[in-house]
């Protein structure tokens, strides 16, 4: 027994952003340290993630997680009483083989994320510093690039718009709290621009602007306008970036558009976020083909990727193979890490230190249905994953991971450096011109 051995697992039903209920876990060490994660949820979910355990039924819309509770409170606490906190790989091992399903089903992805990163909680308390130091281990540590919804589309605003997220990236920015500062100006500047045009009515799922547009592009020439308003150079500093989340609408190579009636094929496709990359300035696209179109992702990479981070979210899903397959495969330049969808903490490290091997942007990130935990943030900084996307720049559930970060810098002081645009996982690619005159590429 040592202080670090697990004295106890409880987990409660609480309620989400959405309003609908999660499951928050407390563990509690012999030594006396606590630790507490709730789990979040997804609306647009790869069909490959851990999957949350759901009650279904009339109640509730079938959200409730009476069963997902009652799995912590019972075989996952009687699994992890007398077990190491401080040993986040046994623990997590444990859970994994307690449930032994390849999704996580049976226990729930929702009991055994909150679970895993509870004990990392604890574990960090035990040590006496906060998470992210306790994850830094004495290595130098970046605040990462913040990248911030600005409007919300797709499955977060009933397909108002195909794009899911319209978000702003500052990569002129000096240090992560003067990008959070210039995001709160566009985002200012945007509401103005919606209210003047007759077009606020309320925000997304994310707390984005309803994209009460009538195309993906009025959306971009708004972002566009609201970066000038604000004062400050589209572009250089402040770059836009967008989740197409095409699995909400392409299957089979086809891509539904939903204010256009009209399908488009992955070639298609491509041409029409080329012309995107043409006329506004983007350095980042998230998932801008379907999961099940890995060719698309190729195709889009090889033409595209030299000129903005080409991220796999539902296409690579938080799960170390399909990174290293992606890379290997020149699929991606960058992958997007949820703790959720790999199910636990170690899970999520794996995909994260993939990510890093095949030298991709990696961004921590939560999901649409959040809470105040702030476990994402502690994780982005402590793991130094250089960016970090957790919706909006309104509501509480995002606003207290911006916050969160906001202090880790204060508290690593003047010495405190900003991962900025140095961590896009683009390489552009470089012409060198040889002795002789020819001219050779390399990415
Ligand atoms: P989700 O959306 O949490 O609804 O999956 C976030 C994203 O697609 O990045
Ligand atoms: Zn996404």
């Known amino acids: 027994?040592?202080?670090?051995?697990?004295?106890?697992?409880?987990?409660?039903?609480?309620?989400?952003?959405?309003?609908?209920?999660?499951?928050?876990?407390?563990?509690?060490?012999?030594?006396?340290?606590?630790?507490?994660?709730?789990?979040?949820?997804?609306?647009?979910?790869?069909?490959g993630e851990a999957v949350d355990l759901r009650d279904g039924g009339k109640k509730l819309g079938g959200f409730d997680v009476g069963r997902a509770v009652a799995s912590v409170n019972g075989e996952m606490e009687q699994a992890l009483i007398g077990q190491d906190a401080a040993d986040q790989a046994a623990i997590d091992a444990i859970m994994i083989a307690r449930d032994g399903t390849a999704n996580k089903a049976r226990l729930g992805g929702n009991a055994i994320v909150a679970t895993s990163m509870a004990v990392l909680h604890a574990a960090a308390a035990a040590a006496k510093v906060p998470l992210w130091m306790h994850l830094a281990q004495g290595r130098k540590v970046?605040?990462?690039?913040?990248?911030?919804?600005?409007?919300?589309?797709?499955?977060?605003?009933?397909?108002?718009?195909?794009?899911?997220?319209?978000?702003?990236?500052?990569?002129?920015?000096?240090?992560?709290?003067?990008?959070?500062?210039?995001?709160?100006?566009?985002?200012?500047?945007?509401?103005?621009?919606?209210?003047?045009?007759?077009?606020?009515?309320?925000?997304?799922?994310?707390?984005?602007?309803?994209?009460?547009?009538?195309?993906?592009?009025?959306a971009l020439d708004t972002l566009v306008r609201a970066i000038e308003r604000a004062g400050l150079e589209p572009g250089p500093q402040v770059a836009i970036s967008l989740d197409v989340a095409a699995s909400e609408f392409g299957k089979n190579g086809r891509y539904a558009l939903a204010l256009d009636d009209r399908a488009l094929g992955t070639d298609e496709m491509i041409a029409m976020l080329g012309r995107w990359l043409d006329t506004y300035p983007i350095v980042s696209i998230e998932d801008p083909l379907a999961e099940d179109d890995a060719a698309g992702?190729?195709?889009?990479?090889?033409?595209?990727?030299?000129?903005?981070?080409?991220?796999?979210?539902?296409?690579?899903?938080?799960?170390?193979?399909?990174?290293?397959?992606?890379?290997?495969?020149?699929?991606?330049?960058?992958?997007?890490?949820?703790?959720?969808?790999?199910?636990?903490?170690?899970?999520?490290?794996?995909?994260?230190?993939?990510?890093?091997?095949?030298?991709?942007?990696?961004?921590?990130?939560?999901?649409?249905?959040?809470?105040?935990?702030?476990?994402?943030?502690?994780?982005?900084?402590?793991?130094?994953?250089?960016?970090?996307?957790?919706?909006?720049?309104?509501?509480s559930e995002r606003m207290a991971k911006w916050n969160e970060c906001l202090r880790i810098e204060e508290a690593i002081g003047p010495d405190a450096s900003f991962a900025g645009g140095a961590a896009l996982g683009f390489r552009p690619v470089q012409k060198k011109v040889t002795n002789d005159g020819l001219e050779s590429t390399s990415v």
């Open 297 to 395: 992702f190729r195709a889009f990479t090889a033409a595209y990727g030299d000129r903005c981070q080409v991220i796999g979210d539902d296409f690579l899903v938080t799960n170390a193979a399909r990174v290293a397959e992606a890379a290997a495969s020149g699929a991606a330049t960058a992958v997007l890490i949820k703790p959720n969808q790999a199910g636990t903490v170690t899970e999520t490290r794996a995909a994260l230190d993939a990510g890093r091997q095949a030298r991709f942007g990696t961004i921590v990130s939560a999901r649409s249905g959040e809470t105040e935990d702030t476990t994402v943030v502690h994780l982005a900084v402590g793991w130094d994953a250089g960016q970090l996307k957790v919706g909006s720049f309104s509501r």
């Open 142 to 218: 970046r605040l990462p690039l913040p990248e911030i919804q600005i409007f919300g589309g797709g499955a977060h605003a009933a397909r108002r718009v195909d794009v899911q997220d319209f978000m702003v990236m500052c990569p002129g920015a000096a240090s992560f709290a003067q990008a959070i500062e210039w995001t709160a100006e566009v985002y200012l500047a945007a509401g103005s621009l919606m209210k003047q045009a007759g077009k606020l009515q309320g925000v997304a799922d994310e707390g984005g602007y309803w994209p009460a547009f009538t195309s993906n592009e009025e």
């Open 1 to 47: 027994m040592t202080n670090t051995t697990i004295a106890a697992v409880h987990g409660r039903r609480v309620w989400d952003s959405r309003g609908r209920p999660t499951v928050e876990v407390d563990v509690s060490l012999r030594g006396g340290a606590t630790g507490r994660a709730i789990a979040p949820a997804g609306a647009s979910m790869g069909s």
